[in-house]
C-alpha cells in the first residue's frame, strides 16, 4: 500500500510547455446525461474542463443541451443518439455513465467503437448496466470509477470483502485489460499495476451527490493532458479530495460545482511547486 | 416561550462522521413548480443541497428542467405528472407545494404514497389546496410552513388570533398526527411537541418573494441529515434568518440565492463551535 | 433646476420597518421581452429583485421563461399573450415597454387594464408604438423613461430642442395626467411636478445597451416600495449612476447586470447614513 | 517585426469622451453557432459586452437562444435562417464563423450583403468554408482570425511556410481588399499594411477550447468603439494574452470566460495609464 501523497500529484502537474497547442492536451468525449440526470454530464464537464484538456465534447440527450452551454460554453455538444459514433473516433478519452441511467444503446455504442489507443473511463450507470448484461470490458485503457455498490455489481466484490485488498486485485486479474480501479468510498482507493494507492486526505463534507461525477470529469481532464495514464488517475484522484479538504475549512458541504471552479487555482499551485524544487526541468520546458 | 437561540443550533449541526457516504444525508425530494413558478423549486432546491442533503430530486412540470441544471447540476429533475409514485418511494423526506398553484392532482399523488416513516414538509399552496378540499394530514412525520395567510387558511386560526400561542396550540390539538408548526411572520414561531419556540434574529431585509421556498428548502435539508426531526427544524429556522442577519450588514435586502449560497460556511462555523466546546464529542465521530 | 444630490436618495431610502413583511414593499409586473430581446426583461427583473420589491412577475413571451428562471429563481413568469390582464390586477407598479418590439396587442391590454391607482412606467418600444400609433396615456401615475430618439417621438419635442427645459415642460403640460418625465442621455434630467432635477453623477461607462432596462427596473423596485413615487424615481435614478460611477473605477465600462448585482449594497450604505445622522427616525422605525 | 506592446494597447484605450452614447461605441453583430456549437457564439459575445461594444446582437440558431440570454441579457439574439440580411444592415461590425460548422448559407448571405464600410471579421469554420468553396474575400474592412491549420486552408501557406514571414505576407497580396490576418500560434502575429506585429505575452495556460472565439469577440468590440481598424485589433489581441497572462499567476488553465470576464479591469487599467501620462489629452475629452 502506498499513500497517495502530494508528491506524486505535484509530479505530474509539471508547468506546460510553451510551444503546446489546445490539441497537446486531449479531446475528452464525456457519454452520459439522460433525460432526468443531464447534471451529472454538467459535473462531469466542468471538472473536464477547469483540469485543462484541450477540448471537451459531450454526447447526450439533446434536453440537456441549454444548461450544458448556459454553464459551459467552453463545451461542444452533440445528441447521443445519432452522432456517437463519428464523435468516438475524435476523442482521445472517454468518459461513459455518469447519468446514463438505463440507455444501454448508448452504452453499447461506446464499448463497439473505443480503440485500443484510446482511454475509457467507465463509471455510475454505465457499470450498473455492464454487470447486469454481463458485458465484457473492452480493448483499451480502461478506468474503472465505482463506488462501493457498484463494484459489488461489476466486480463480483461483495462490500464486506473490498476491505481485504487481494479480494479487490482478485476480482480485477480476472479482466483481461488490466483495467485501473478508482475504488470510491469514504477511503478511496486506486488499484494499478501491481500497487494500491490509499487516499489519506479529503473527508465527509464530500458526501453528497455529485461528488463522484466531479471525480470522474477531473479523471478525464488528467488523462488527456498528462502521460503515462497511471499517474494522470491518481493525480486526479488526489486533488479531487485535496480540493475538497482545502474548501471544507470554510464549508461544511463541499458542492461539486464549487470543488471544479477550485481546479485551475490548485493545478497552477502545484506546477508552481515544481518549478521552485525543481529548476533543470523548467528550462527544458521553455 | 423558548428563544431560538444560537446554541439550539450549534447543537444541532456537529462535525460529519468520517465514515459517513451521501446515503448517512439522506434524499430529499422537492415537489412543486408548475409551468410558471419554477423558481420556487429551483430555491427550495439550492437551500436543500448546500445545506448539505444527500442527494435532492426535483419532481416539476417538465418545462422547468433547463432552468433548474442550468442553476443546479447535483439535482436530478423528473417530471411530475409521470414519475412521482415511484420517485416517493426513495425518498427520505419530501417537501410539497412551493410554488405548485393549483395543480391538485400533484399534491393527492403525495398525500397517497407518503409513509409514516417519511418526513413530509408541506409549503406554500399545497397547504391552501389542503385546505380548500379539507384534505386530511397524512400518517407521516409532518412539518407546516404557512406564513400567515395560509395558516388562517388551513389551521383555520384568523391572523388576528395568531397572535395568541394558545389558538394556535388548539388548531394543532386537531391534527391527529403531531405535525411540527412553523409559522412563519416577521417573528416566526415554531411549535414543537409541547413547546413554543421565538425566532430572534433575521429582519425585514428578508421581506422579498422566494424567502420562504429557500426557508423550506432548507428544512427539507437538515431534516435529512439531522435526526431527530424537531431539533433539526429549529436549526433550520435559526440559520436561515441569523444567515440573512449577518448578510444584511451589506446589503438592503437579502435575496433567498444568497441566503442559499452562504449555508456551507455558516454551517462550518457552528460545527467548529461544537469542536473547541466539546473535543470528547469529536473524539468519538474520529 | 435642481441637482440630483445623494442627499434626496438618503433620505428615500431609510431602514425598513421591522413589522413589515413582502406585501409592504409591492409587487412589480415587468411586460415586454419579445421572442429575441428576452434580455431587456432580465435586466428589468434583476433591477428589480436587487432593489428590494416585494414581488417581481414577468410577463413576456413564453421562449423567455428559461433563461429568466436560470438567472433569477425569485421571479414568477406568465405568457404575456394569454394571462396578462389578470396579472395586470394584481401589480402595485406595471413596467412596459422593454424590448417589446411592435408587440401593439400586448401593449394595448397593459393601457386598458391599468387602473388609476396602480404607477405605470412606460418605456423603449412601449413609447415608439406609442407614437406612431397615436396612443393617449393612461389615467394612472405615470412615468416616462424615454431616451432622446423616444422622447422625440413620443412628446413631439426634437432632440436639438431637449436641451431647452421649457420644450420639454410644454410637451409635458399636453399630457393631461401629469406624467413624470426620465429624459435619459449623457446628462439625464428628471421632470417631476414643477422641478426639473439634473443627474451630476455616473458617466460614459454606462453608454452600452441594456442600461436603460436596468434603470427602468430600478425605478419600478423604488416605486413599489417608497412613497411617495415622486422621490422614488429621484432616488432611483441617482442610485443607478452612482452605482455605476462607484463600479467605474475598477471597470472600463460597467454593464447593466454588473449594477444590478451591486445595487443591496448601496442601497443599505445610504439606509446607514440615514440612521447616523437622524436617529429620531430610527426610533420610531422600530 | 515590431514587438506588439503595452504601450500600443493603451494609446488605443483612452478615457471615454464624456458625452457619447451606445452608438458612439458601434454594434457588433455576431454570425454563427450551429446546433452544436452554440458555446463558441456565447464566448463571441461575452468577449464583445465586456469589451464595451455599444450594442450585440448573435445571428445564431435558434436552439442557442436560451444558453445566450441566461449568460448575457445584455444580447440580442436572432435567428440566423430567417432575419440574418435585416440584421446585418444595423451592424457596424459582423463577425462571422465561431463555431459556424456547415452553415455555408448562413455564410453566403453574410458575404453577399456586408457592405465596404462595415468591419467583417472572419473566423473559424467560415474560412475553412470559404477554402473549401474558393469564395473570395467580399469588398469590406476585413480582418481574418484563422490558427495555423485554417491559414494552411484559406492562405495556402503551409504550417512550416507560416514560419516565414514573407510566405504570409506573399498570401495577403493575393488578395485584393488588404485583410489584416491576426495568424494565432503559440506565437500570435498580426500582419498590418506592412507590419508584422510579434504578440510576447501569453503562455499555454491558454491552450484549450474556446480561447480563439474570446479572441474574435474582442477584436470585433475593439473595432466597434476604436478607429482605425489596425490599431483596435492590434490592442484586442494584446489584451486578451495579457490578461491570460495577469490570471495565470493563478491559473493552471485561464479558460475563456475567465478572461472576457476581467476586461473591463483590465481596460480600465490601461486607459487610467494613458490619463496619467497625457494630462492634456484628458482634458481634451472632457
Redesign the interface.
Known sequence: MINLSHELAANV?TP???????G??GHVLIVGGNA?????V??NA?AA????????TVATDL????????????????DYQS?LTQTIKKADVVLVGSGLGEEIGVLNQVLAHIQPKQTLIIDGSALTMMAEQNLSLPNAKVVLTP?QMEWQRFGEVTIADQAREDANWEALINFKTEPILVLK??ATQVYLKDDMYQLTVG???Q?????GDTLAGMVAGFAAQFQPLGPAVLAAVYCHSAIAEDL??????????TIAAA???Y??RL?QESISKDPVDTKQEE
Chains 1, 2, 3, 4 share one sequence.
Do not use: C, W
Open positions: 502537474i506546460r510547455n510553451r510551444d503546446s497547442f489546445k497537446t492536451y432526468n440526470l443531464g447534471g451529472a454538467i459535473m466542468q474542463v477547469q483540469s485543462g484538456a484541450g477540448l471537451v434536453t440537456n443541451k441549454t444548461a450544458i452551454h448556459a454553464r459551459l460554453p467552453e463545451v461542444m455538444v452533440v452522432d463506488h468510498s469514504s473527508g465527509p463534507y458526501a453528497t451527490g455529485g461528488m471544507s475549512k470554510a464549508a461544511y458541504v463541499t458542492l461539486p460545482s481546479i485551475p487555482a493545478m497552477q506546477a
